[in-house]
C-alpha cells in the first residue's frame, strides 16, 4: 500500500489555495501547474477557449503514458473560484479540517482536485 504524504499534499493544497482565481481569471494556477508538471516531465497544453470565453487562461491538458495494459484514465478538474475569492487564506485547525478564514470562499472543491491530481 502507498503512502501519502501529508505535508506534500498540505504543501501543494495551500500553494494552490493562495492564488486567486477567479473564473475567468485563471492565469495564476495554470501557470503554478505547468511549472509543477514541467518538474515531473509532464508537459501541459494550452487550448485557445480563453479567446472564445474572453477569459485569460485556456484548458490544459496533460498526457502521461503509461506501461500497463488497459483502457486510458482520464483525470479532470477546474482552476476557478467562486466570488469572494481574491487572497485566500486557508486554515488548518487542530482537528485536520481546512477552512477559510472567513473572508472569503476556501475553494476546496476545485483545489483538492488539483492537488489529488
Do not use: Q, W
Amino acid at each position: 500500500m502507498m503512502k501519502l504524504n501529508e505535508k506534500r499534499i498540505l504543501d501543494t493544497f495551500f500553494a494552490i489555495t493562495a492564488l486567486d482565481s477567479p473564473s475567468y481569471h485563471e492565469r495564476k494556477i495554470a501557470e503554478y501547474l505547468k511549472k509543477v508538471y514541467a518538474e515531473l516531465e509532464i508537459p501541459l497544453e494550452e487550448d485557445s477557449c480563453a479567446r472564445i470565453f474572453g477569459g485569460d487562461t485556456g484548458n490544459l491538458f496533460g498526457r502521461l503514458n503509461g506501461t500497463l495494459p488497459g483502457k486510458p484514465i482520464l483525470f479532470s478538474g477546474h482552476m476557478d473560484t467562486v466570488e469572494p475569492s481574491c487572497g485566500k487564506v486557508p486554515v488548518l485547525h487542530t482537528d485536520g479540517k481546512i477552512t477559510s478564514d472567513g473572508t472569503t470562499v476556501l475553494g476546496a472543491d476545485d483545489v483538492s482536485c488539483l492537488t489529488a491530481i
